[in-house]
């Protein structure tokens, strides 16, 4: 595999490019709105985490209770689902340790992000203490824009609720840990438009990938029989991804808590002086 960077046309076979500072043995957080959605989106960089001496851990936010295509599915979807997500993550190199299950019904992952709920917990303790617990280093989730509602819970609780697991609070949830990264990764659409509007390309990295790795990655999919119908659309568009040179995932990175460069404005004051 070979890790881009399209702004600054770099291109290696080292995974610092998307993770700077890499170190072997590092955790990375892959969060997964639904149980499929990680493999859709990116499955290349788990396989290249492992391969660079990384742990990935899936985290999955919903159950799948609403993934069911006929009516006797209903009943056991859920059950299914789990045990697809355990195999099809297993093809990709992780271990059923490594994926974590929140339980959350589908299309309510939004209003259950806070700490305090009217009824009860929200995920948010859950969320601390395992980031914490497995001293994870690196998140990468979901886009936001405009795919699904979920998906745009899981970017904001990879945003503005993993970015908390490293302040020194609530440390009765576990010692504070150090997060590097933070990835937005597809399932389906394109990536929210640049503010500047250099809508051009939308996505600053990307993973090139040989063929075999993709098709590793499709029977990660197909391990998720209940969902063929659902997500053949999905699958099939993946055709889309392939050059002459391989099959391309993007990434967009998050400048999570950017602090502010205060020099620009400094040369407009000496301008309005």
Not at 91 to 96: A, C, K, S, T, Y
Not at 229 to 244: A, F, L
Not at 247 to 254: A, D, T, W
Request: proline letters at 4%; aromatic letters at 12%.
């Amino acid at each position: 595999m070979e890790f881009i960077n399209f702004l600054n046309l770099e291109r290696t076979r080292q995974i610092d490019l998307l993770f700077p500072g890499w170190k072997k043995g590092e955790k990375v957080a892959f969060y997964s709105p639904h149980d499929d959605d990680a493999a859709l989106g990116a499955g290349y960089l788990m396989m290249a985490t492992l391969e660079s001496g990384g742990i990935p851990h899936i985290y999955i936010f919903c159950q799948g209770d609403a993934g069911y295509s006929t009516l006797r599915e209903k009943k056991d979807i859920v059950k299914r689902r789990k045990e697809e997500a355990v195999r099809s993550y297993g093809l990709l190199g992780v271990p059923e340790k490594n994926v974590h299950f929140f339980a959350i019904s589908d299309f309510s992952l939004m209003g259950r992000l806070d700490r305090r709920l009217p009824q009860g917990k929200g995920v948010f303790d859950k969320i601390i203490s395992t980031l914490r617990a497995e001293q994870i280093s690196r998140a990468v989730f979901s886009s936001g824009y405009l795919e699904h509602w979920d998906h745009t819970a899981v970017f904001n609780a990879g945003v503005y609720l993993s970015s908390q697991a490293q302040d020194p609070i609530l440390v009765d949830l576990g010692k504070p840990f150090p997060m590097k990264t933070y990835l937005a990764y597809s399932v389906w659409g394109d990536f929210e438009p640049s503010p500047l509007g250099r809508d051009k390309i939308r996505a600053d990295l990307g993973i090139l990938a040989a063929a075999e790795e993709e098709t590793r990655v499709l029977n990660a999919i197909m391990a998720f029989s209940s969902q063929n119908r659902i997500i053949q659309d999905i699958v099939s568009h993946r055709e889309k991804r392939r050059s002459e040179e391989g099959y391309l995932e993007l990434y967009k990175s998050i400048p999570v808590r950017k602090s502010i460069d205060y020099a620009p404005y400094f040369r407009i004051l000496k301008k309005t002086s």
